[in-house]
């Protein structure tokens, strides 16, 4: 009786679909029906497709004819029910493919089995037991992963629309669909209405399940917000959740994460609506975030781990394999794309996928690595809220990157790091961001969520390499307040330049401390690699403590002074904000005007050396302690403390030399900075000294001038220097 | 005047020399006539000898033309002095393969000036200023490096014979060789005389000199000894250095060193003297020895660690490059070698670097990996001194690889490590050997050599996965009294079975404790990975103190009982014997019968199992404790601790699962081993129950008998076993 009841309301509301007019050829959602016949007929010619195609064949067949479970949720992340439903929706979206491009019915009938029994599971569930968030999910722990769920599930909707009968159709869009978008849009409507990652992936679901199932204002819902005021959904999220040149607020390693759904929800809507000119929205938005994700990897092609991050993560991740090939059907071929490609070693059954795979077999000089250059992000919708500049010099494996934050805070995934550098050297990182303890996915470690330690130590000052202030935090820690903030860019001058510099200031990460931190990347005639110069001055009318780490990776080669190691019994740093997770592994005393710090990391040598103003004390200290479940790695760091009131903080880090432990061969491993002096300090210049090799270099900026155009002069020891700009770079009295 | 003088009784001595009937055609020490003949016609035509050509060339051609400086003797390993001979030494052969292979005579008058340059400094020289060891060096700081300079500098005389006039060549042979073969036959003849790896080296350098300048006294001593009765040199060297299967007793790391002389000086031979066979002796001893040092490798090349050794190190180091070109001329082209050829990607300038090199271009197909397989390596020149057992299960880069050590001590560079076990896996150290802490050729460490936590950390017992008792290491760490014993091996039965087993007891690295330790890899049906069963009994009349460390590599995942960390002060475990180097990061009492522990190395999971007697001790710590230089790794161990009389320690190392970062996708994260109960232990056998995957595997073993065709019957739980053998495993009742 019940199901006889059903089935009229189903027929009912297939028909009221299809009398509004929206009713398309399928598939569209993830690739049209000419795309999939081209791709087909490359099957056999085209290795890494076919190789692509096999792997999901392969993936499939075993599985075929067998009883797929669809259980009752039950487990958080890493758990078996999670673990099964994220199998199912990739099986699903799978096996619809090969529906496609086989021919083979099995494929179309193993996807309506599992929407049979999700028809019937949906509409039973409510929030999942395991639930912490504030958007709990149904079929997952969290909202986020039901979007996912939504995504793949009406992709594979789409690709089997046409084996379907009416009735069936109707039956899974009431029984599987219906619940999960209703709960969407219905229930927790301000969380789908959100400017924020998860919710581009809730209106993807929406939005990619309205153009599976004909369902326009479910696609209007997923454009334009609930309300469908153009105030939520996709196109706020193109216009919003990026800065005018592609950089996304919660940091590379989410950017990654980010563009999935934007590139899949986008190229479905490109399809369906191409008079939406959707990827030509804003400049073309999308390609320049794809492009910002990739500039901002290390050449193992690891995201830059500031910001909440998993340092294993890699531009061969399936979002980006799945993003670049959608670009280079859009925005047309692009060799900058090949090594990436090659790298990822596997292509989307797509038109796109089918492009980079002709074009890998094709090019026979791909080059080694993504053409990685110094760029300037900057942050916020408008470009208004700081930035983060990455300074590079060298070629290919010799590629030194430095990258300097002083972007806003990044939502619930940043770190309290105003002014933090990092730098990567030869493929490998130097001076690092701890990004985030958690180990995804892994169910003892905390269920695969981000671990405690995450807030309590890598998110806090100390584990960055910028200044901590009387051991307090940035912002104390306080998330609603750093997000209302950001740095302020003074200027920049990156590129193919023998100094590149860039210089902010931050005047709200402490109430009664400016900080403001210029860096020069200056390439020294003669040498093979940079020297970083590092100006960090604080502004305040008393007294404070001030702590600048440099998170370095590597072995202790040497230093220039006398330290006392704590051998038999080690002490914590401090006992709150993330030191009390920092073991004191050594400490000195210094009152020598300079000290240098030669570690190796790999096969080169890196040395810091920085002038002392007056005495210091100095630490060398290992991440790890009161970490009760061994949550934490044990890194390295070397940190000086001060005690001043006006500081300024002078620090060289030089590259140099090489250890080879094979042929047994060292070169250049001492450092050839010998002295690092101020020269003026004041509110209206600063400046150093610095000699290197024997020889004199000087740095000189303004404190309050910034135009390019502005002209400067003062006069060090009897010497008159006059230059135009912010900043000026001498090497024995000659311009660089 | 004196000039004059010089050259008559230069005159003299050739003449001497011809008289005595040894004048050679020369080149004939490292290549003949021919031999470079057929190089120099495939130099334009094979692209590795091009390319491996080319390097020479480019290193040569950018020295030529200028004063090189040869420099009075100063500094230590890695310092300019030291490293400046080096590098003259590698130029002078280098310079003259060039000479005979372009006929252009600028490289061999690059070489006579050099000489000239020596001939004046040798004579002028004492014992080296940094000298520490009790073998001096005289143009470096150790002999060993002397006798490195002798075996270049006496290869590149011979390239350049021909183009030195009689009177250039006395001068050389007078000023140049003269003191060094003196000081090494007539000065430290004990140290020549010794059956030592150095010796080996100082010997090829007489040998080679000898050869090159026709003084068959030299060369009778470099073969026979000082005394030329065959007590030394050479031959004693051949016949006493290795074992019986190739076995060289300080270790893999150096075998590397080792076969480097020993190839050199016998290809020299080989060409001088081809009817002495000298590559036929002792069942091709010197073939066994490198194919030995290639079967302990890991998957990436380098080394297996235990005793002195640096990580760092694989086979594409030089040493074995020129071992495996002249292996592949003198014993035949030889398909095993042509992965690790592969990677070294480099070939000598010989006929056998051409042959590799040819094959290379010719082999399609060529495997991953060296074809790594299960051994047994005997110690000592009659194999009766212990071994080495290298068990294995699965292929290519599945391949784990248990390594069961009970040699005998291995000179100097030994460790007190008796029945030390190391496991690798998927190319990763999972249960590693420490090694040595040293920089090579970093001079602000220590000079580059042996860092002094070699001797207190690193070759002490708790650095090893063995039993320490009552914190004293082996032999109470004094190396004289360990070189006299060694473990006796029980039974091994390795290679392609079910169940590989190697079991073996110490009487002497304890007065009142016998170590008994047997080792099971066990390949369950159906699993991907084997398990690792290992009983490990200790026999003594009074109670002690028994630690077995783990020392695993990876991230602590999860443990079946609650431990307490340290987390805001630190202590170390103990105060000596290696103790005062670990910290103590957790501990915890355990009394539960069956503790487990997780951690994940790389992307896999690995559970050490353990049946726990009575209670014990539980630490997790981590190395570095008073470290005053950083000169140690930080690295974690799991030990647990107890107090006993006799003790069976059950220990399983399960092998399981996958974890994909990047795909988030997580398998068999969790242990499958539920119990491990001991079901017999006495003076006749031992055994163990052990639940895996809800199944019963029961090794048995006998503590007395190890003839494979002894009868053994026992009763356990009513239930009777009775086997043929020194053991015995069951999975649900079936034999395995």
New interface residues.
């Given amino acids: 009786m019940k199901n006889t009841t059903s089935f009229y309301l189903i027929v009912a509301l297939v028909l009221l679909t299809q009398i509004n007019g929206y009713a398309q050829k399928h598939p569209i959602a993830f690739s049209t029906a000419a795309d999939i016949a081209l791709v087909k007929k490359n099957i056999s010619v085209n290795p890494l497709v076919k190789q692509s195609f096999d792997e999901i064949k392969t993936s499939v067949d075993a599985v075929l004819g067998k009883d797929i479970d669809v259980p009752i949720p039950k487990d958080a992340g890493?758990g078996y029910t999670h673990?099964k439903h994220k199998d199912n929706y990739n099986l699903m979206f799978n096996s619809g493919m090969l529906f496609q491009l086989t021919g083979d019915v099995k494929y179309a009938k193993l996807v309506k089995d599992l929407f049979f029994k999700y028809a019937v599971l949906n509409p039973t569930l409510k929030n999942h037991p395991q639930a912490t968030s504030s958007s709990p999910g149904r079929i997952f722990w969290q909202a986020l992963n039901d979007a996912n769920w939504l995504v793949y599930a009406g992709l594979a909707f789409d690709l089997i629309h046409d084996y379907l009968t009416p009735a069936e159709r109707a039956q899974i869009i009431t029984g599987a669909f219906k619940p999960e978008v209703d709960y969407f849009t219905k229930e927790i409507t301000p969380w789908f209405d959100l400017i924020h990652n998860h919710a581009v992936w809730a209106c993807a679901g929406v939005g990619i399940v309205g153009i599976a199932t004909d369902n326009e204002d479910y696609v209007q819902m997923a454009l334009y917000g609930s309300k469908k005021d153009g105030k939520a959904g996709l196109t706020a999220h193109l216009d919003g959740l990026f800065s005018p040149n592609g950089y996304y607020n919660e940091g590379p390693y989410y950017t990654r994460y980010a563009v999935l759904p934007f590139f899949l929800f986008a190229n479905a809507v490109n399809h369906a609506k191409p008079e939406l000119k959707i990827f030509e929205r804003r400049n073309k938005i999308l390609k320049q975030a794809l492009d910002g994700a990739l500039e901002q990897t290390n050449l193992d092609g690891g995201f830059y781990s500031y910001n909440d991050a998993?340092k294993?993560?890699?531009y061969?991740?399936?979002e980006i394999v799945v993003a670049l090939n959608i670009a280079w059907e859009v925005y047309g071929a692009n060799a900058a794309y090949l090594p990436v490609a090659k790298a990822q070693n596997r292509v989307t059954l797509s038109k796109g996928g089918l492009g980079v795979s002709q074009a890998l077999l094709q090019n026979k000089s791909i080059a080694p690595f993504y053409p990685y250059k110094s760029v300037v992000f900057t942050d916020g919708a408008n470009g208004n809220m700081g930035g983060v500049s990455v300074l590079r010099n060298g070629k290919d494996k010799n590629l030194t990157s430095l990258i300097f934050k002083y972007s806003s805070h990044g939502l619930s995934h940043g770190h309290y790091d105003k002014l933090n550098i990092n730098l990567y050297d030869n493929g490998n990182e130097i001076l690092q961001d701890y990004g985030a303890a958690r180990?995804?996915?892994?169910?003892?470690?905390y269920g695969?969520r981000y671990l405690p330690e995450t807030k309590s130590y890598a998110q806090q000052t100390i584990a960055h390499n910028t200044i901590t202030v009387d051991e307090k935090s940035h912002f104390n820690g306080v998330e609603a307040v750093s997000e209302k903030h950001n740095p302020v860019p003074l200027y920049n001058k990156v590129g193919d330049f023998a100094v590149q510099a860039s210089s902010a200031l931050d005047t709200n990460a402490y109430q009664n401390v400016q900080l403001h931190r210029s860096i020069y990347v200056v390439a020294i005639p003669g040498a093979d690699k940079p020297l970083v110069v590092d100006l960090f001055r604080t502004i305040a009318d008393t007294e404070h403590q001030y702590d600048l780490p440099f998170n370095y990776i590597g072995?202790?080669?040497?230093t220039n002074f006398k330290y006392t190691?704590h051998?038999?019994?080690?002490?914590?740093l401090g006992?709150k904000n993330g030191y009390?997770h920092i073991?004191k592994?050594?400490s000195a005393k210094v009152k020598a005007p300079f000290t240098t710090f030669?570690f190796?990391n790999n096969q080169s040598f890196y040395t810091i050396s920085s002038h002392v103003q007056d005495s210091a004390q100095v630490f060398?200290t290992?991440s790890?302690?009161?970490?009760?479940?061994?949550n934490l790695r044990?890194e390295p760091s070397y940190i000086t403390r001060t005690r001043a009131k006006n500081m300024l903080a002078l620090n060289v880090v030089e590259l140099h030399g090489n250890?080879n432990?094979?042929?047994?061969?060292?070169t250049n491993?001492?450092s050839r900075v010998s002295s690092i002096v101020p020269v003026v300090n004041n509110d209206l210049y600063s400046g150093a000294e610095i000699i290197i090799g024997g020889k004199r270099l000087i740095v000189l900026q303004s404190n309050t001038k910034f135009d390019v155009k502005t002209a400067h002069q003062i006069t060090i020891n009897g010497i008159s220097y006059s230059w135009e700009g912010p900043y000026v770079v001498y090497l024995e009295n000659k311009k660089l």
């Fill in positions: 890493g673990d998993l294993e993560k890699t061969i991740s399936n180990f995804i996915n892994i169910e003892q470690k695969g072995n202790v080669i040497s190691t051998g038999s019994a080690m002490q914590t006992s009390q073991w592994e050594a030669t190796l060398f290992r790890g302690a009161n970490d009760p479940n061994f044990r250890f432990p094979i042929s047994e061969i060292t491993s001492y």
